[in-house]
Structure formats: C-alpha cells, structure tokens
C-alpha cells in the first residue's frame, strides 16, 4: 500500500512568492496533520483535520498560512506571502480514528525561502 | 539575543550493543504512547506502541518499558546494527486521550558506530 505522499519533494522559493505543499493520505484514513520541523524548535504541530474537518489550527502561525482539505485524499498547505524564516521541512501525517492514536508520516517537503 | 537549536539528547553505541533510550512524559493521565524513529533526510516513522495498561511490550528487536509510577518511557534496541542510526522520538496523545493530537518529545539522537 502507498503511504502518505506529499509533493513537492524540494522547494525553493523567493520571499514573497505563494507556496503551496500538497498531501495525499492513506486511503481510508479519517485524520490529516501538518507538521513543521525546525533544527530551532523541533516538530511542532500546525493544523489537523478530523474527516476533512480542520479541528485544532493552534499551532498555525499567522495569517500568511492556510490549510484546506477539500476532500478526503487531498489536502494543501499554502504560505502567502513566504518569509525565510518559513524555511522548515514540513511533514503531514495521517491516522484512523479507530482507537489509537498512532500517525503515518510523509517524506516531507523541504522548503527554502531566499 | 542569538538564537539556539536544540540541544538533543545523544547516544553511541558499537554495533552489536543494546541501545536504551529514555523519554520521560508530562501527563499521567497519558494512556498511550508511541516511539518512533526519524532517519536523516526522511519523515518519523512509526516503531512500537504501548497502551498504559501495560508495562512492556516486545517487537522485533526492540521492546518499550512504561513506568507510570515516575512517568518514564524507555525504548531497547536489541544488537544495535548501523542502520538504527537516526532520532528517536516519543510521543503522548495531547490531552491524555484526545485522538489524534500528539505531543512529540525532543528526540534522541542515536549513532551507531560499526
């Protein structure tokens, strides 16, 4: 079976421009997480969704993010305006809602702003 | 003021060794934890998990020991090859039982060495 599948692999961007990372989950999962890693802060989580339902976007940090999942294979996380200090690799993951809590993570996409 | 990243927690080992890797949690209300490992350049993958009705539980090579009493998680690794070089991770449900939500540890970083 695939896994969660998340393109572009690699972006690099200048500051200013929109970005925009893509998901694809694991087919029959019902719960999508982004994640952003830094070497700064570690893996910190930015929004999840619970049946294409965003639940808890806390961990977003401003306005210039958004997150959509307009059904349940595809979600998108869009950076407008970037700024360098956007530049993390971001990871989504996906899980059921059967009775743990355990997540499957993407390669991630590692993104560069100038 | 500058800025600093995070200062993991290491272990090296020789090849052939058992390997221990601590992780000690917040929440005692916490019913689920999960370990996993995070090679260079790839996302977290899962390894083992471990419900707090247990104390132990044993996959292949690696067996996960809860300590609810002092809220400490350990991860052994059994003959530590090269290839389990990478971070390791813990991880509690957010909340305590919330689903899909997870608090992530800092990590560990594990060199072997052959």
């Known amino acids: 079976d695939a896994g969660v599948i998340q393109s572009p692999r690699h972006e690099v961007t200048e500051m200013g421009q929109e970005v925009t990372l893509r998901c694809k989950p694991i087919?029959?999962?019902?719960?999508l997480f982004w994640y952003r890693q830094t070497m700064m802060r570690g893996l910190e989580l930015l929004i999840y969704?619970?049946?294409?339902?965003?639940?808890?976007d806390s961990g977003m940090p401003e306005d210039r993010f958004s997150a959509k999942m307009p059904n349940a294979s595809f979600s998108t996380l869009k950076i407008q305006p970037s700024e360098p200090r956007d530049s993390a690799v971001y990871f989504c993951?996906?899980?059921?809602?059967?009775?743990?809590?355990?997540?499957?993570f993407g390669p991630g996409t590692r993104l560069t702003v100038l | 003021g500058e800025s600093v990243g995070l200062h993991l927690p290491t272990l090296s080992v020789q090849e052939g060794d058992n390997s221990i890797i601590n992780c000690a949690y917040s929440?005692?209300?916490?019913?689920?934890f999960i370990w996993y490992k995070q090679e260079s350049g790839k996302g977290p993958q899962f390894i083992i998990d471990?419900?707090?009705?247990?104390d132990k539980r044993q996959g292949q090579r690696v067996t996960v020991l809860l300590n609810k009493t002092v809220k400490h998680l350990s991860l052994q690794i059994a003959a530590t090859q090269p290839g389990d070089s990478a971070v390791y991770f813990c991880a509690e449900p957010a909340g305590g039982t919330s689903y899909g939500k997870l608090t992530f540890g800092q990590g560990t970083i594990l060199t072997v060495h052959p």
């Open positions: 929440n005692s209300a916490s019913d689920y």
């Open positions: 471990i419900r707090s009705n247990m």
């Open positions: 969704f619970n049946n294409n339902v965003p639940i808890d």
């Open positions: 993951a996906s899980s059921t809602l059967a009775g743990t809590d355990t997540q499957y």
């Open positions: 087919s029959g999962h019902n719960s």
